[in-house]
């Protein structure tokens, strides 16, 4: 039986480094942010496997429904040796790509990219009893800083980014992180992206404040990851979870607020924070896009839009792309 191999790029005095830089910038700012990428220790990594599965959260019931919709004539035309997945959390819906690419007998390997270790090794242990002859390669890491760690390519492949994480980012981080992407690509290789679609702010609101509070414990619990990496006294109880969708921009804007004034003390980068019950600290974006927006954004990245799918309603969709000339 296959046996997954794990690199951990995020073990490192650098991953320190960046979030000491990032909590400071942001904590000192105006509006206070803190990158979402600080959601994912092992814990947040399980509640957001847990958000998907609540009632009110679409995006991954409709991506998942639309990858099985398409997964067997993609895979039955590209035929990919290699599959690479960015974020790729508990691999689960991805299982509909490996299963039809499996059936073309060309797949020789997947490389699942997450920041937690824990959730790939968890991944990999029912990967590695479904697709015994798939050579499975994990790598931790942050995809803004550790791309370049994807081992190189064994044959033409096929790199997913999907969950619409892409919305978690502002127009300039996403077009730099495509054009990261795009080196991962040879010739005859593509990208699958997902991407959240506008839509009518009364389904978009609740996947982001469900009424079993499973969202609002997730972000909650960045604060922990701030606590721990830099020995910090936030009360992550002492603040309320707010979610609503921005029309101006077309995007969910997930904050935390404070019941009373909160005095915050960083010891390992000395310094002190007083967040007031009138501010926020702004923890993501999830922006919404058009089919155009997408086509628009990947141009910008030197990627070309070679097959577009949506889910009835525009729900949710997906789009191939390839390294343009």
Same mark, same amino acid.
């Given at each position: 039986?296959?046996?997954?191999?794990? /690199?951990?790029?995020?073990?490192?005095?650098?991953?320190?480094?960046?979030?000491?830089?990032?909590?400071?910038?942001?904590?000192?700012?105006?509006?206070?942010?803190?990158?979402?990428?600080?959601?994912?220790?092992?814990?947040?990594?399980?509640?957001?496997?847990?958000?998907?599965?609540?009632?009110?959260?679409?995006?991954?019931?409709?991506?998942?429904?639309?990858?099985?919709?398409?997964?067997?004539?993609?895979?039955?035309?590209?035929? =990919?040796? #290699?599959?690479?997945?960015?974020?790729?959390?508990?691999?689960?819906?991805?299982?509909?790509?490996?299963?039809?690419?499996?059936? $073309?007998?060309?797949?020789?390997?997947?490389?699942?990219?997450?920041?937690?270790?824990?959730?790939?090794?968890?991944?990999?242990?029912?990967?590695?009893?479904?697709?015994?002859?798939?050579?499975?390669?994990?790598?931790?890491?942050?995809?803004?800083?550790? @791309?370049?760690?994807?081992? $190189?390519?064994?044959?033409?492949?096929?790199?997913?980014?999907?969950?619409?994480?892409?919305?978690?980012?502002?127009?300039?981080?996403?077009?730099?992180?495509?054009?990261?992407?795009?080196?991962?690509?040879? =010739?005859?290789?593509?990208?699958?992206?997902?991407?959240?679609?506008?839509?009518?702010?009364?389904?978009?609101?609740?996947?982001? /404040?469900?009424?079993?509070? &499973?969202?609002?414990?997730?972000?909650?619990?960045?604060?922990? &990851?701030?606590?721990?990496?830099? /020995?910090?006294?936030?009360?992550?109880?002492?603040?309320?979870? #707010?979610?609503?969708?921005?029309? $101006?921009?077309?995007?969910? #804007?997930?904050?935390?607020?404070?019941?009373?004034?909160?005095?915050?003390?960083?010891?390992?980068?000395?310094?002190?924070?007083?967040?007031?019950?009138?501010?926020?600290?702004?923890?993501?974006?999830?922006?919404?896009?058009?089919? $155009?927006?997408?086509?628009?954004?990947?141009?910008?990245?030197?990627?070309?839009?070679?097959?577009?799918?949506?889910?009835?309603? /525009?729900?949710?969709? @997906?789009?191939?792309?390839?390294?343009?000339?």
């Amino acid at each position: 039986m296959a046996s997954i191999r794990i /690199d951990n790029y995020l073990r490192d005095q650098g991953f320190f480094d960046t979030m000491a830089e990032d909590v400071r910038r942001g904590l000192t700012s105006t509006p206070k942010m803190l990158p979402p990428k600080y959601f994912y220790d092992d814990e947040g990594s399980e509640l957001f496997e847990r958000i998907t599965e609540v009632p009110e959260y679409y995006p991954m019931r409709e991506e998942g429904k639309l990858l099985d919709a398409i997964a067997p004539d993609v895979m039955r035309w590209m035929r =990919p040796a #290699e599959i690479v997945e960015l974020g790729s959390g508990s691999s689960t819906k991805t299982r509909a790509l490996l299963d039809a690419a499996v059936r $073309e007998d060309t797949l020789r390997s997947y490389i699942p990219f997450d920041v937690s270790e824990s959730i790939i090794l968890e991944a990999g242990e029912v990967l590695e009893r479904r697709y015994p002859s798939l050579d499975l390669h994990g790598v931790v890491g942050d995809f803004q800083r550790h @791309l370049d760690k994807i081992p $190189e390519a064994n044959g033409r492949r096929l790199v997913l980014f999907l969950g619409s994480t892409i919305g978690n980012m502002f127009a300039a981080q996403r077009i730099e992180l495509l054009r990261d992407i795009r080196t991962l690509l040879g =010739p005859e290789d593509y990208l699958l992206l997902g991407t959240d679609l506008v839509k009518d702010p009364s389904i978009i609101e609740p996947a982001y /404040d469900d009424s079993q509070g &499973v969202t609002a414990a997730f972000n909650k619990n960045m604060l922990r &990851v701030i606590n721990n990496g830099l /020995d910090g006294d936030f009360d992550p109880e002492a603040f309320d979870h #707010e979610a609503f969708f921005n029309h $101006e921009e077309a995007r969910i #804007e997930m904050h935390l607020r404070p019941h009373t004034r909160q005095h915050v003390t960083l010891k390992k980068i000395d310094l002190e924070v007083d967040v007031s019950p009138t501010e926020t600290i702004w923890t993501e974006c999830s922006h919404k896009f058009t089919r $155009e927006r997408v086509s628009e954004m990947l141009e910008a990245a030197g990627l070309q839009l070679q097959e577009w799918h949506a889910a009835p309603g /525009d729900m949710f969709g @997906l789009s191939l792309s390839c390294a343009k000339g």
